[in-house]
């Protein structure tokens, strides 16, 4: 049996301990917020069309996980999160990664650019394949659905700019299927688009969009020059039609690209934009590609002629306060509540 004592300290020795304390309590509050780096295997993809069609080359990428900052009974929810053209940001890491673990989410932010050698891709997106980061998506939520402290069934995918092509196209079923094959019953719950570029993500199958029907968020700014808003608005009106009920926008007036990033507006000159090339669409199972909404056939030495005259350079991105990320925050929130993934 062990007996009840006390130790009486010195004067001295009392304020030492006192700040030992103190400074365990600090680190503990560290590490309950630290983000865990933790690589994972994925697969490369040169293109979509492998990423529909075939297997891909096994890659190594990792990524940074946080854990809720609040309470959650059961097993955790989790939301991945997917970088821009400028790779991981501050406000990936140090704003959305936290506000998620304030909902109670654990945060999963996945770097598709380091572990590939690259910094950034906002000059070339050649420099990583337009398949990577969708890919990499899959199986980030692959491992996390494999983790028992984590409910498969309440995984989903935030994105932004070049990333909100991860968080729009992992709703797509044929690319589901075929990168994560006998894991294919897994989906994200839901999807959050930010400042997406929907040029190119309409995918069509035996007239169906081939979505999984998980809700769908997509948020927009109305001054965005490098990824106009007006593509997606065309693309979210086809989804509603066939997935009544679960898919939904919000377009912000007067934000620019990146409205998110609150460290002041600013021109990327090197920056490429596809704002004033037409919508294009892939018929899945013959991957024929075509202008929306005249129809015109696109062979591949057409379409590279007509990206090679209409792709543009010189795009503004960022804002000078926190307003439209203040909006977007609150927006998700109410979405989250919505789709019963918070109370």
Excluded at 161 to 169: D, F, I, K, T, V
Excluded at 280 to 306: C, F
């Amino acid at each position: 049996m062990l007996s009840h004592f006390t130790v009486h300290l010195p004067a001295s020795l009392r304020k030492v301990a006192t700040v030992l304390a103190l400074l365990a309590g600090v680190i503990y509050s560290h590490h309950a917020c630290a983000q865990q780096k933790i690589a994972f295997p994925s697969m490369e993809y040169a293109n979509k069309f492998e990423m529909a069609k075939k297997p891909g080359k096994p890659v190594e990428i990792f990524g940074y996980l946080s854990m809720p900052t609040i309470p959650v009974s059961g097993k955790i929810p989790v939301v991945i999160i997917a970088h821009g053209s400028a790779g991981i940001e501050a406000k990936d890491t140090g704003f959305w990664a936290p506000y998620f673990n304030k909902l109670g989410f654990a945060s999963f932010v996945v770097d598709s650019f380091t572990p590939r050698g690259v910094t950034s891709t906002v000059d070339d997106q050649g420099m990583v394949s337009n398949a990577a980061d969708t890919a990499d998506a899959f199986f980030a939520l692959k491992l996390i659905a494999a983790d028992p402290r984590f409910d498969a069934g309440k995984v989903g995918i935030i994105g932004f700019s070049r990333g909100s092509l991860a968080a729009n196209e992992t709703s797509i079923k044929t690319f589901r299927d075929n990168v994560l094959r006998a894991d294919k019953n897994l989906q994200f719950a839901f999807h959050i688009p930010v400042y997406a570029g929907c040029q190119n993500s309409r995918y069509r199958k035996n007239g169906s969009f081939d979505r999984t029907g998980a809700p769908m968020l997509f948020l927009m700014g109305s001054k965005d020059d490098y990824t106009p808003a007006k593509f997606c608005l065309d693309q979210i009106k086809g989804l509603q039609e066939e997935y009544p009920g679960v898919i939904d926008y919000r377009v912000y007036e007067g934000a620019n690209h990146s409205f998110d990033n609150n460290q002041g507006a600013h021109y990327l000159q090197m920056g490429t934009s596809t704002r004033d090339c037409p919508m294009v669409e892939t018929d899945v199972p013959s991957w024929s590609r075509s202008v929306v909404p005249t129809g015109q056939r696109l062979l591949p030495a057409e379409e590279n002629r007509m990206y090679k005259d209409c792709v543009k350079r010189g795009v503004t991105v960022g804002s000078y306060d926190s307003k439209y990320r203040n909006l977007a925050a609150k927006d998700i929130e109410d979405f989250l509540r919505q789709i019963k993934m918070i109370d």
